[in-house]
């Protein structure tokens, strides 16, 4: 069986709640991955600019219902801008 591998760019979904280093508690939102290096990742999520770290064992890939409510809020967000 061949292990996952995520990438910069690829969204993911946090499975379950996760405390960060900072204090920051995040629960099953979608993220970006902005660094991947083995087993750690470097999350940003949407309207934070901050980066999180994280672990490989804390996310999983985005499901196609998940990107697709990503899409309608960018679309609500550029039609009212």
Not at 21 to 50: P, Y
């Amino acid at each position: 069986m061949s292990e996952i591998e995520f990438k910069q760019g690829d969204y993911v979904f946090l499975k379950q709640p996760v405390t960060f280093q900072c204090g920051t508690k995040k629960d099953k939102e979608l993220a970006r991955i902005v660094r991947a290096d083995g087993l750690e990742v470097d999350l940003m999520f949407k309207g934070d600019h901050k980066i999180y770290l994280s672990w490989i064992g804390d996310i999983r890939f985005a499901g196609i219902t998940e990107l697709q409510e990503m899409l309608k809020e960018v679309k609500a967000e550029s039609e009212e801008g």
